[in-house]
C-alpha cells in the first residue's frame, strides 16, 4: 500500500508541475511580449500593483489574469503541500 501512496505523490507533484509550466509560462510570454516589467513582490502589494498597471493600461485584463493566477497557483501549491503530507501520514500509520 505505501507504493500505492507513493506513486499518488509522483503523480500529484507531477501534475502540477505541468499545470504550472503551462498555464504560468503562456501567460508570462504574452506579458514579456507586451514588454510589461514588474517586480514579483508587486504582484501581492496592491497600490504597487496598481502603480504598475497605470503604466500598462492596455494590458490590465492581462496582468490581472496573471496576478490572480499566481494567487492561486501558490494556494494550489500550498494544497498540495497539505495532501503529500497526509498520504505520508497514511504510509507511517500503515507501517
Known amino acids: 500500500m505505501a507504493f500505492v501512496y ?10 502540477f508541475n505541468v499545470y504550472i509550466r503551462v498555464k504560468t509560462f503562456g501567460m508570462y510570454k504574452q506579458l514579456v511580449q507586451n514588454r510589461i516589467q514588474f517586480n514579483f513582490m508587486d ?5 504597487k500593483w496598481d502603480e504598475v498597471k497605470s503604466n500598462y493600461p492596455d494590458s490590465v485584463e492581462l496582468m490581472d489574469r496573471f ?3 499566481i494567487r492561486i497557483t501558490g494556494l494550489l ?19
Not at 507513493?6 to 501534475?15: P, T
Not at 504582484?43 to 497600490?47: E, M, P, V
Not at 501549491?77 to 507501517?95: E, K, T, W
Open 6 to 15: 507513493a506513486i499518488l505523490i509522483f503523480l500529484v507533484f507531477i501534475l
Open 77 to 95: 501549491f500550498i494544497a498540495v503541500i497539505v495532501i503529500v503530507i497526509v498520504l505520508l501520514f497514511l504510509i507511517r500509520m500503515q507501517a
Open 43 to 47: 504582484l501581492f502589494n496592491q497600490q
Open 67 to 69: 496576478r490572480s493566477h
